[in-house]
């Protein structure tokens, strides 16, 4: 429980979440559309991770995020009492915003032709 509470203690990872809740997200969405970089954006995944918050999988060169299934089931009255305060963010709707445009972009591909 430490562990989970530790990693929900971060602005940068609640604001993850609020967009991983929604929807699963490749890494290089997740960076664009929160304005990070891939080392800060790997550290934060790296601890929800960690703290069983989330899940991941590879799909070709791509690593997806999920919200785990199992950290819901377990923490069922913590779950919905994230749902519900993490939209009180100063940077929700802007995060929200920007995730529907990136959605749309297709970064994946984009970053594919970069290299």
């Given at each position: 429980?430490?562990?989970?509470?530790?990693?929900?203690?971060?602005?940068?990872?609640?604001?993850i979440?609020?967009?991983?809740?929604?929807?699963?997200?490749?890494?290089?969405?997740?960076?664009?559309?929160?304005?990070?970089?891939?080392?800060?954006?790997?550290?934060?995944?790296?601890?929800?991770?960690?703290?069983?918050?989330?899940?991941?999988?590879?799909?070709?060169?791509?690593?997806?995020?999920?919200?785990?299934?199992?950290?819901?089931?377990?923490?069922k009255?913590?779950?919905?009492?994230?749902?519900?305060?993490?939209?009180?963010?100063?940077?929700?709707?802007?995060?929200?915003?920007?995730?529907?445009?990136?959605?749309?972009?297709?970064?994946?591909?984009?970053?594919?032709?970069?290299?």
């Amino acid at each position: 429980m430490i562990e989970i509470l530790k990693a929900l203690a971060d602005e940068t990872r609640l604001r993850i979440l609020a967009q991983i809740i929604k929807n699963e997200m490749c890494v290089c969405e997740i960076e664009e559309c929160l304005q990070l970089t891939q080392s800060n954006a790997s550290r934060h995944l790296t601890v929800l991770r960690r703290a069983g918050i989330l899940e991941s999988y590879k799909n070709a060169q791509w690593t997806y995020y999920k919200i785990s299934k199992e950290f819901i089931s377990e923490n069922k009255e913590l779950y919905d009492y994230i749902i519900k305060k993490i939209k009180q963010l100063p940077c929700y709707e802007t995060d929200c915003a920007n995730f529907d445009s990136c959605r749309n972009q297709d970064l994946c591909i984009q970053n594919i032709n970069l290299k």
